[in-house]
């Protein structure tokens, strides 16, 4: 979480990293672990281009999630006549992204 809590990950629009700086719709002013789940503070831009976004996140018409992440180390649990699962152990996220449809249900804004 050391990566997420300096202040160098961005909130950005759908993982959107291929459109510079203007797909940046805001940035992680702090990130931590509360009983397993991962819980954020942003900061929305003031941008006049992104008003209609951040009114929308404010609206709670958007309100689903995504956490863009690297993976160090994964544990691989094999057996017999099974598709092996892989769980990361050791990971660091990068991003926050506003999306249409999280990975994870449960993934959404509070307030």
């Known amino acids: ?39 954020a503070v ?7 281009d992104l008003a209609g976004i951040v009114g929308d996140i404010q609206a709670g018409i958007i309100r689903n999630i995504s956490v863009g992440y690297s993976v160090q180390t994964y544990e691989v649990t094999r057996e017999q006549g099974q598709i092996p699962v892989y769980r990361a152990v050791a990971w660091t996220p990068h991003e926050i992204s506003f999306v249409p449809v999280p990975a994870d249900a449960r993934s959404i804004t509070r307030t």
């Open 1 to 39: 979480m050391s990566r997420m809590e300096s202040g160098a990950c961005a909130v950005l629009d759908g993982h959107r990293t291929y459109g510079g700086v203007g797909a940046q719709i805001g940035v992680v002013e702090r990130a931590w672990l509360d009983g397993g789940e991962g819980r």
């Open 42 to 48: 942003l900061r929305l831009s003031s941008r006049e």
